[in-house]
């Protein structure tokens, strides 16, 4: 595993997420309160559905996005789908330095 | 923070249904100080009769033991009477000298049963029904005496009378009208009752006036204790004051007859208990006098909850309403000035085991009116129906009560009922599986379910488990027993059987909530329609600041609540407050439509169905170009690009205006399309231009966001081509001007549209679906589409409004044409190169293994 640069923080919109592609992976790096960063593999566990594209809410371990296509929650620091829904995005990790946003691929 | 001071006099149910709600607002507003003339906690007053007729114990109906109190800080005073208010002071005292000081009373002292002015009434042996005390009294006399009189044949006299039945008693009800609850029960109905209760044993003496009450001595010297004399005799009785000890002996009857009695219940009213309202000066009129705020009109710091309240001239003597009006209470006293009492409808259940009756609104009928009446005499089932403008305006049933709750709802929202007049008497699931709507809501029947059905299939939730979580626990409302026992906390299809086995176990007391004064989500106890006010009438300008003064209970909203707090402030404030893109659906947040795949479909928009070869030329370069995947012509009337890469939406956004086509807002909760017929320009039966009257439409509405979608036609003449029978707003061209009809829906559920108007003129279709739309924009609620939205405040709200009232329609008008002034291109905003940004992939080469020690460390240094 490597550390990369993605972009810097003010790129990510808050309650938003950024899509970085990694070798044809793509991977959702999103923004929760509080300036904490997070990034899942940008897949659903339930059908697929790009997760960088649903409504980020809450902050630290209860940061979480709502899937746009059928509407599950993931938590944004497990990877974990909310109960009752089961299932589990991979998850990378991910730090900010001097305003920049580094991805552990 | 120094916590204001809050003084309740009163521990019954609705002062402390009062603090708890405060405690969940507010829990640190308040030093909360609380007296009660009675030496309890607070215990669920209306299951005394369970406890008199021997089927549950005091301890079973205690709701806040004395521990409660402790727990959440409250000095409880139990057992001492407040005897004085001094408002100048602000201060109360209590009977043994005890004083609090208080920034705000809450009065919540309930009524006193009304004490017939009879000679005899102070003997001993004579009682009221009111509190644990009487019900104590009246479990030690039928142990040792056996004749009782109960005076007063209504809800709680037969009550009364009931359990001391089943506790050996020989019981005579004594009533003043031709029959019983005749303020509950027409007298065919009360007939029904009346026959199953002396079946029971109970007797009964009807329009029958009591005269007085006869001591032992004075029975002596008739010489007949224990028999009942023949009517006409005269007889001379002797008058007992209150300082011998003897006891009740018999009730003697204006008529002459003498009943024995050992045991006097009275139960001939109650009356508002506003003693100290009274001698603290405060307005009283048949109760303290309220607000809608349930603030005393004399002093704004004291509040006055329960029976001891006048409300708009209604004192109400049972427990839901006054829930209610401890609901709004509690959110003023907590700060938070949202929500109004407005007044209850009340039904009422008789809880005699075995015996069913139920009865709500208006039942009596007569001018206006329509009833519908079924009388089974033999079966013992009397039901009747009192139908008034095409709603239900009452109800009551004897014998049969399955669908009370159902009826008691239809009451409440105020439905039309017409579609459903020929089912409604044989209830609930007949009248809905003929609608095609029985769904999984209704199973009525409730009461009859074995406790061991299982009635919430996601959690495994029996019926028994329900029941008891609800007596033992004292709950009253979906949301406790939600919370209690997670029935019908997931999917909520079986959300209605829940309701009818709380309403069949609770009775009276069930707190129902109607599907729209549920909160908006978990994130908050506010239902849709106070965030609204809030809203407005505290300005809010963004999210935050509404969840700040609506005191959110998560930090940041979740993706339910977001939307629906971003829609109310653009609708309510347009170009003043905040519009945040994060709380948007990405449809909205992109300005294009998310296919499965992740990839995104381009609608441009063709006013009123109409295009050109320029745009058409335009669309098939782009599509070329963009590599897309599908062209389609939509329902809509106009082509859909699917399968766009989201990377390149700003670039074929920007190809795309520069043929001069806009977004077509097919994503949003918004403005769709307006579809029209080809109209008088050349359809040989046109009789109006509808293809100009549909781009006038659509240019005057571009950019409207709604609680939810959108939908107009235009057609030239009845024949409809375009469909307006089912559109949210549907014209259709008639010789002599235009017909406008609204809240169709073609959708989920087909829905026809309703006639709403007839006009002459171009200019008046646009003012009138205008307003119509803005009615919606600011009543509707988040994600309610215009025929659900006229199906709950009825046609008839909207045509008060939009119709009736030109001025008012003209200031609807006025509103949305101000709110949609200079609605952006959202497509062209977006080719600015900060918000395109949000749109572009961010590369990351995949690192090679030899390269990774090296960056690893280049990161670290
Ligand atoms: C594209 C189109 C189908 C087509 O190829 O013709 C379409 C596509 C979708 N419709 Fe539709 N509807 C389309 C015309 C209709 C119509 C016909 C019409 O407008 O005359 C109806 C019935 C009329 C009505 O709405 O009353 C219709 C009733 C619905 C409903 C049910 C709405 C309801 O209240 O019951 C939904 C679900 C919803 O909105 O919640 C829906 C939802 C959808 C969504 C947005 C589902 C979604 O969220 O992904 C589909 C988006 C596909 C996409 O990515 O573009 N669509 N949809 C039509 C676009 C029209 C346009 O030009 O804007
Ligand atoms: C037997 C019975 C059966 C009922 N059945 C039903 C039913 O099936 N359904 C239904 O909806 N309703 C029923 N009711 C009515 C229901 O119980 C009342 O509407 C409800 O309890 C009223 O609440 P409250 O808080 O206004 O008054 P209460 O509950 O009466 O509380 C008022 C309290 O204030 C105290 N108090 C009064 N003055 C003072 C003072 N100066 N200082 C200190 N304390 C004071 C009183 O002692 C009392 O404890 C029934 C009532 C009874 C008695
Ligand atoms: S009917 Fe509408 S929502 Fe259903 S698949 Fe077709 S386009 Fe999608
Ligand atoms: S793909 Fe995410 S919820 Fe269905």
Request: proline share 4%; with cysteine.
């Amino acid at each position: 595993m490597t550390w990369q640069k993605v972009c810097p923080l003010d790129d990510i919109p808050m309650f938003g997420a950024r899509v970085v592609d990694h070798g044809g992976d793509a991977i959702a790096v999103f923004r929760a309160d509080g300036d904490t960063v997070f990034a899942l593999r940008d897949a659903c566990p339930h059908k697929g559905g790009p997760l960088s594209q649903g409504i980020v809410s809450g902050s630290g371990e209860n940061a979480r996005v709502t899937c746009p296509l059928h509407g599950w929650n993931i938590g944004l620091a497990s990877g974990e789908a909310c109960a009752p829904d089961e299932g589990c995005s991979h998850k990378f990790a991910t730090r900010i330095e001097s305003g920049e946003v580094w991805l552990d691929v | 923070m120094i916590k204001q001071k809050l003084v309740m006099v009163g521990n019954g149910m609705a002062g402390v249904k009062t603090v708890e709600e405060i405690l969940k607002y507010a829990p640190d507003a308040f030093e909360i100080t609380v007296f009660g003339a009675e030496p309890h906690g607070n215990y669920n007053r209306i299951l005394l009769s369970p406890v008199l007729a021997g089927e549950m114990t005091l301890s079973d109906i205690m709701l806040n033991d004395l521990a409660w109190y402790a727990d959440n800080g409250i000095t409880l005073h139990a057992g001492r009477k407040v005897v004085q208010v001094d408002r100048v002071r602000r201060i109360v005292r209590a009977d043994d000298g005890t004083e609090a000081a208080y920034d705000r009373l809450l009065l919540a002292t309930g009524s006193n049963p009304f004490i017939l002015p009879v000679p005899g009434k102070d003997l001993p042996g004579v009682i009221a029904y009111r509190d644990i005390a009487d019900t104590e009294v009246m479990i030690a006399a039928a142990a040792s005496h056996r004749h009782a009189v109960v005076i007063g044949g209504g809800l709680l006299g037969l009550e009364a009378a009931n359990g001391l039945i089943l506790r050996g008693m020989d019981v005579t009800v004594v009533h003043l009208g031709d029959w019983i609850m005749e303020r509950q029960l027409d007298r065919p109905a009360a007939e029904l009752l009346q026959a199953s209760l002396e079946a029971k044993g109970m007797k009964f003496c009807l329009g029958a006036q009591t005269a007085e009450l006869l001591a032992v001595e004075a029975m002596a010297e008739l010489g007949a204790i224990g028999v009942a004399t023949s009517a006409g005799q005269s007889q001379r009785s002797v008058r007992v004051g209150s300082d011998t000890d003897a006891r009740v002996a018999a009730v003697r009857l204006v008529d002459g007859r003498v009943l024995p009695a050992d045991l006097v219940v009275m139960s001939a009213g109650i009356r508002p208990n506003t003693a100290l309202a009274e001698a603290a000066r405060l307005h009283c009129d048949r109760g303290i006098v309220v607000t809608d705020t349930m603030q005393t009109v004399t002093d704004p710091r004291i509040y006055a909850v329960g029976e001891c309240v006048s409300h708009r001239g209604v004192a109400y003597g049972l427990v839901a309403p006054l829930f209610e009006q401890a609901k709004v209470c509690a959110n003023h006293l907590a700060g938070f000035g949202i929500g109004r009492y407005q007044g209850s409808v009340t039904s009422t259940k008789l809880k005699v085991t075995g015996v069913d009756v139920f009865s709500a609104g208006d039942f009596m009928g007569g001018d206006g009116c329509d009833e519908i009446v079924l009388h089974d005499r033999a079966g013992g089932i009397y039901k009747k129906l009192v139908l008034r403008d095409d709603k239900l305006a009452g109800a009551v049933m004897v014998g049969d009560t399955a669908d009370g709750a159902w009826y008691f709802q239809l009451v409440r929202e105020g439905k039309d009922v017409s579609q459903l007049r020929d089912h409604l008497m044989f209830g609930q699931s007949f009248a809905q599986s003929h609608l095609g709507d029985a769904g999984h809501q209704g199973q009525s029947q409730a009461a009859l379910l074995p406790d061991t059905a299982e009635v919430c299939g996601c959690n495994g939730v029996c019926k028994g488990t329900i029941v008891s979580a609800i007596k033992e626990k004292g709950l009253f409302s979906l949301d406790e027993v939600r919370k209690h026992t997670k029935a019908s906390s997931s999917c909520g299809s079986c959300t209605g059987l829940v309701e009818q086995i709380l309403a069949s176990t609770v009775g009276g007391a069930y707190q129902a909530t109607d599907k729209h004064a549920k909160p908006v989500c978990g994130c908050t106890d506010h239902t849709h329609g106070e965030v609204r006010a809030a809203v407005r009438e505290l300005k809010l300008l963004s999210i935050p600041a509404v969840m700040r003064a609506l005191d959110w209970k998560t930090p940041t909203g979740c993706a339910t609540c977001r939307p629906a707090l971003n829609y109310y402030l653009i609708s309510t404030w347009p170009h003043e407050a905040e519009d945040d893109p994060q709380s948007r659906f990405i449809n909205e947040r992109a300005h294009a439509n998310i296919q499965k795949d992740g990839t995104y479909s381009v609608v441009p928009r063709m006013w009123g169905g109409l295009t050109n070869p320029t745009e058409l030329r335009a669309i098939a370069d782009a599509a070329e170009k963009y590599k897309v995947p599908t062209v389609k012509v939509t329902g809509g009337q106009r082509i859909d690009l699917l399968g766009v890469k989201k990377d390149d939406l700003p670039a074929i956004w920007a190809d795309l205006g520069r043929a001069g086509m806009v977004s077509g807002h097919a994503y949003g909760k918004s403005l769709r399309t307006v579809k029209t017929c080809v109209g008088a320009e050349h359809c040989r039966f046109g009789t109006q231009l509808a293809m100009d009257m549909g781009v006038k439409l659509e240019k005057m509405l571009f950019g409207m966001w709604s609680p939810h979608k959108v939908k107009l036609a235009v057609s030239g003449c009845p024949r409809n081509c375009a469909e307006s029978g089912i559109k949210d707003v549907g014209i259709s061209g008639v010789d002599s001007g235009y017909e406008i009809y609204v809240a169709g829906n073609g959708g989920i559920k087909t829905e026809v549209a309703q006639f709403l108007a007839k006009v002459s003129t171009d200019d008046e279709v646009k003012e009138m679906s205008g307003a119509f739309l803005q009615l919606y924009r600011e009543e509707a609620f988040y994600l309610e589409r215009t025929c659900h939205y006229v199906e709950r405040v009825g046609l008839e709200h909207v045509k008060r409004q939009v119709v009736a009232d030109p001025a008012r329609r003209r200031d609807l008008y006025e509103r949305l044409l101000f709110a949609l002034k200079d609605a952006p291109d959202p497509w062209a905003e977006h080719q600015a190169e900060s918000l395109a940004k949000q749109f572009k992939t961010i590369p990351i080469k995949a690192v090679l293994e030899e390269n990774r020690h090296d960056l690893a460390e280049s990161v670290s240094a």
